[in-house]
Structure formats: C-alpha cells, structure tokens
C-alpha cells in the first residue's frame, strides 16, 4: 500500500511543467463536488489548490463586466488536487474511495467537476486504553472521546482522542503525561483495531513558580492574581487560566505560562511553573466618534491608567457627548434634515452627557473576585419615554469573575430628576396639575441594591453560532437603602438565549426575556393613590434589539397628546398628534431568527429570517392586551465590529391606544378631551393603508440577540 502510493505521488509532481503553462490562462468558472456524503463540500475545497473564482467573476452576465476575483487554472496543481482527496478520505476511513474528474473547457474558461465515489469506511472495531486503569475511569472516558467504537476511522479524531487523554492526564497532576498510539487496519474486512496506551508519567505537585519579563510591574501584584499555587497539584488548565487572568488586566502586551522544564526534574515530585510578561503601555488613550438616529452625532473618549498606585488597580476615566447637533447648546437644526428621525422625540432639546471615574481592583480578596467603585455625572434620555439627569457613585463586587458563572452584588446611590411627559405622569399616576408633576419631577435620592449573574457558553461574543447565555437580574430600591419614599419597588428580569450552528457559517438562535416590577406599596399623593415606579426603571419595547415590527418604545402603553396655543385674540392653533411611551411593569420578548450565508459574499455577509413576539403591559391597566407577532428578514454584514444588521419586520397592528389629552403651552396645563357624556376620549389608531407602510426597518451594530 505504501509504495503504491509513492508511486502515484511520484508520478503526479513528476508532471512536465508544459501543460500548466499552457493552461495557466483560463478561469475556473465553476468548481463542484458530485458523490461526497462523509465529507463536505467546504472541507474539501479547503483540502485542494484549485479554486473557484468569485462569485462576480462567474455570474453570468456581470462576469462580463470583468468584476471579481479570477482564480487561473493550473493543470498541474489539478492533478495533485486528485491525490489531496484521496489522501484526505483515507484519512478519514474511507480506504476505497475513487476520484474521477470532469473538466469541461470554453475557450478561456474552464469548469471543474470533482466525482467521488467514496466506498464504505473502514470502521473501528475495538478501542484499548490502557494503563489508566487506577487513574480514571476509563468506560467512561472512553464514552467521551471524539472517536467512538463503530465510526470510520478517522485518523484526526484518533488523535484527538490522544489530545484528549492527555489533556485529563494534566489536569489531574501528570504534567509530563503521554500517549503511546498504535492501530491495525485490514482494509479487506473494513475493520480497524485501536489501542492508546498512556504513560501518565509520575504526579507532581507544583514547587516554584517563577516571574520573568515584569520590569515596572511589582512581581507581588501578578503572584496575587495566578491561580497556580505552590504545593497544589499541577493542573494544565489553571496555567491557561491564569494566563488569560494576566493578560485581561491590560497591563500585559503577551502573557505565557508554562512548565519550566521540558522534562521531570530528577529526583524532584515537584515542577517548576514559568510566567513570561511583556508590559504594556501604562496609560492609553482613547476616543470615538459616531452617527445614531436616536443620538444624531456623538463623540466619547477615554483615559485608563494601568496598575495605578500598584496592587494591579486601573483608574479609568470616561466622557461621552451625544445629541450633538439637535440639542442645546450645540443645536444646528439637524432635525430638520440628517437627524429627522428625533424630531418626534418631545422629551429631551438638550445634550445628553455621561462623565464616570470608575477604580478597578482585581485579585479583591481573591484572584477570582473584583471590585469596582465609580461616580458620575450623567444626563441620558430615552427616546419618546423619559430624561434622567443625576450624579451618584456604585460600588461592586463581581465573584467569580472570568469564570463560568460570575456573579456581581452591587449598590448604587445617585440623587436626580427623571422627566417625562405631562401626559405620562397624568395618565400612569394620575398626576395632571402642573404643581403635582414639577413635584413628582423634583431632585431625590435613589438608592437601590442589585445581583445579577450571567453563564455564557457561546463561542464568540461579537457573532455566536453555538452555545447559550443565561442573564438574571435583581434590583431592589427602598428606603431601607437610601432611596426617598416614592422610589420602592422590585424589578426582576431573566433572559436565556440559545444558538445552534447550522452548516459551517448558518445559525439557529432563539432568546426568552421576561421582566417584572413589584412596587412595594402604594403611594397616596394629591389625593390619589398609585403605584410609583420612576421612568427610567420601567420596562420598554421595540427596537432592533426588542420586536423588531416596532420603532423604539412604540410596543405597550402610550398615551397621546395635542399642543395647543392661544394667541391674543382667542384663536386656537392645534399642533400634530404626539404619543409617549409610558412604559410597563411587565414585559415579555420572544425572538427566532435563521441565519445563512449569501451566494455572495458568503464569508462577509449573512441573510437572516427571524420572528419576533411580545408585548409590555401595566398590570392595572387592561388597554393593552395579547402579544405582537412580527416576522421579518434582514442581512448581517460582518466587520471587525462585529456583524452590521439592516432588518425589516412586518407589523400587521395599529399602534396601541391611548388616552388623549391637550397641552396648553402657555401655562403648561393639562386637560384631558372628553365626548359629550363625559367620558374620556381614546385614541385607537388605525393600521396604515398599503404594504410597505408597515414595514418597520431597523438598523443597528451587533446581532439583536
């Protein structure tokens, strides 16, 4: 067997060069696989030197544009192509398999058929493990390695199956641990024996760790943060993990952390560890610059001191500005034309800011704990519900941190002014004189403790395709915390999302989020009682990250309202109807979405078809009824970024009702409009005429869930 594969390698690279500069000037304009079921057609484009050009350089007409990338035809490279998938299919167990070519020419291009008949596999018969026997369990290590009894026998997971073994070896003190590999192929029966013998190697314990590389950084700062001790047993992964420790404080520019020794000290049961550090600038410098339709322009920089007064502590110092352009005191009037979208935005004409000093200690306690401590200054307003003007500081603690599951305990105390709408604080809280709402509006303390944990298993941040992501949140505000009387209550919200990789770049992702608000007791105010919940507290639908069939804080309650002004002679000038959010005290999101790559671009963008539900509701309110189901498709375009989304989703409702009032602007008071028995008026919204006009677009950076 092996010299008749020498041979055909021989006599394939022997092959005069003539032929491929003959052919070196036609284009591959098609490239395919015929037969293959064991291996697909991705892994084996990747497996050969000949290509496909791009897909503008195929599609007929525009390939007669000349566009696109033109991938040449080398005769040569294509016969070495042949004994690629060969050598890739007996590798993964299929010993028989046949490759044939089709290769159909027109003039200057050329078009490439890969026919495979691929045999049945030869199959592994009998698995051994051994010497393991007092070490682990090996029935059940043998259920957990990537090559089983009764697959073919594929020569990479075999290795892996090693890498595996290996791998439990180190973690269980064995730092030297190996494994012997041997196999017996009988190609006639399709059978294949196995065996992996392991020399585990004797089991240390960890003695010195040595710091190299740390230069301005105190070496008892990174010993503080290594989750390597002296006298524990060595583990592999808690090298790895310590590594990564180092490197995310930012003080590093590389971290390695390995054995300092290639092989067992003699006479020694313990190892020797080794950090190597390469420091990084101490300070860095940052600053950003952006366009949002519900920011207009916005500018935000940054200032981080590294190790600050030592301890592995960073000083960060952040401002943001956004509004620029549409508020005071830097309004040009762009809503008239490249901010249009907030010029039905009635909450805030002003600048919002943010300034935040925020001290970071990690290693707090632990090397897997961290503290936190910020002050602020912010001015921040949410389109169409609500504007919060505050300064305060936080204090946290996460536990865990850079683990499975970490789990932060924080406590904030700020004293602000949450504004919204006159018609909001009428309708929610039934405070409709202008006395009563400047009151409800006035600066107060908030306190409020919160515990929120996440488990993320996905496998990347930016664009998941596997795993999950468990969010739960608890924030409880009372005056037992410092907050003033009117701000007591308990919100809770859970999300679980999950992702399902479908082919090599598709995906299938679902996510659940509920939330609720249990105010602690009700408030009598102005000869009403109410249950009071500020604003910026209350829950929130729609937007490209909600239900995606409605702009942002369209979905749940609103309430309308009308400007009116009275001129000197008694004339009445009614302006637009206007509608607010006024957010809920329950909420409930429900999102699928399918995404796949393009014929074009497969590698830089997506299609996705998604279905949103949900709904926000006030739960003494019965206006708002039934969840809203809106489907929609999108495209994703991936950057560095992350993925770049443009989605459009189909509303088939008329927005919420509401009840309707008018606002006189000349002394700001509120009256509610009534019919003729007295009763007040609701605004019930009828669906727009015509597809397109309930077509909502969003657009946004990130993927919505």
């Known amino acids: 067997m092996r010299a008749f594969r020498l041979t055909l390698l021989v006599a394939v690279f022997a092959a005069a060069p003539l032929a491929a500069q003959q052919e070196q000037q036609r284009v591959v304009r098609g490239l395919s696989f ?16 000949t290509s496909n050009s791009s897909w503008f350089a195929r599609a007929f007409p525009i390939r007669l544009l000349g566009l696109g990338a033109k991938r040449l035809f080398n005769e040569l490279e294509f016969r070495r192509d042949v004994v690629r998938l060969l050598l890739l299919y007996r590798q993964s167990g299929y010993m028989n398999a046949v490759v044939d070519t089709l290769v159909r020419r027109e003039g200057r291009d050329v078009y490439v058929t890969f026919r495979i008949y691929e045999g049945d596999p030869v199959r592994l018969a009998a698995l051994e493990v051994l010497s393991l026997d007092s070490i682990l369990d090996v029935r059940r290590l043998k259920r957990d390695l990537p090559l089983q009894v009764g697959d073919p026998f594929n020569r990479a997971l075999f290795q892996a199956s090693a890498d595996t073994i290996v791998s439990r070896l180190k973690n269980l003190g064995y730092p030297y641990a190996d494994i012997l590999r041997s196999y017996d192929v009988d190609v006639a029966a399709l059978r294949a024996v196995a065996t992996l013998e392991a020399l585990p190697g004797p089991r240390m314990r960890v003695g010195q760790v040595l710091i190299t590389g740390a230069e301005k950084v105190d070496t008892a700062t990174v010993r503080r943060m290594l989750s390597v001790r002296a006298g524990d047993w060595f583990r592999q992964d808690r090298l790895y993990l310590t590594q990564r420790d180092l490197y995310g404080l930012g003080m590093f520019r590389s971290v390695n952390v390995a054995l300092a020794d290639t092989t067992p000290p003699a ?60 508020g005071v005191p830097t309004d040009a009037n762009f809503k008239q034309n490249v901010c249009r979208f907030l010029q039905a935005d009635s909450t805030s004409d002003t600048v919002n800011y943010n300034a935040t000093v925020t001290l970071r200690q990690p290693a707090f306690l632990s090397p897997r704990h961290t503290a936190s401590f910020a002050v602020f200054a912010e001015r921040r307003s949410e389109f169409k519900a609500y504007t919060r003007q505050a300064v305060g500081a936080n204090v946290a603690v996460t536990f865990n941190a850079r683990r499975d599951v970490p789990v932060s305990v924080g406590y904030g105390y700020s004293v ?45 941040v930016l664009d998941p395709t596997a795993g999950g992501v468990i969010t739960a949140s608890l924030t409880h505000s009372s005056r037992l915390v410092g907050s003033d009387t ?61 239900v995606r069939g409605y702009a942002r804080n369209e979905l749940g309650p609103r309430v309308y309202f009308r400007t009116i002004q009275v001129d000197v002679s008694g004339d009445t000038t009614y302006g637009n109807l206007q509608a607010s959010a006024t957010g809920g005290n329950a909420i409930f999101v429900a999102n699928v979405e399918f995404r796949f790559p393009t014929p074009l671009f497969p590698d830089r963008m997506r299609v996705a078809v998604f ?66 028995a007295g009763r007040q008026v609701t605004v019930h919204p009828v669906l727009p005429h015509g597809f397109w006009r309930r077509v909502v677009v969003q657009f946004a950076v990130g993927q919505a869930f």
């Open 34 to 49: 015929e037969g293959n079921h064991a291996i697909d057609d991705y892994t084996l484009s990747t497996a050969i030197g």
């Open 267 to 326: 006479g020694d049961s313990t190892v020797r560890v080794l950090v190597r550090v390469a420091e990084a600038p101490r300070h860095r410098i940052r600053f950003g610059a952006g366009y949002g339709s519900l920011d207009c322009f916005r500018v935000q920089t940054g200032w981080t001191a590294y190790d600050f007064l030592g301890g592995a502590r960073s000083l960060d110092v952040t401002g943001q500005l956004s509004k620029i352009g549409v």
């Open 416 to 460: 602000g002014r949450t504004t919204a709408d006159a018609a909001v604080y009428c309708q929610r809280f039934l405070l409709c004189n202008a006395s009563d709402q400047a009151f409800l509006a006035n600066r107060r303390p908030f306190g409020a403790v919160s515990i929120s944990g996440v488990r993320n298993r996905t496998n990347s």
């Open 486 to 546: 009117l701000y007591e209550f308990n919100r809770g919200q859970l999300e679980v999302s999950r992702y399902y990789p479908v082919g090599r770049r598709g995906a299938f992702a679902w996510r659940l989020l509920g939330g609720t608000i249990l105010p602690a007791r009700r408030i009598s105010f102005a000869g009403q009682s109410v249950r009071f919940v500020p604003p910026d507290q209350r829950f929130y639908g729609g937007g490209p990250n909600s």
């Open 611 to 676: 279905a949103d539900v949900g709904q926000v509701w006030e739960r003494d309110d019965p206006t708002v009824r039934g969840v809203r189901f809106t489907p929609g498709v999108g495209v994703r375009f991936v950057t560095p970024l992350g993925p770049v989304r443009l989605d459009a989703a189909y509303a088939g409702y008329p927005a919420e009702p509401g009840v309707l009032y008018l606002l006189n602007t000349a002394n700001n008071s509120l009256t509610a409009v009534t019919d003729s």
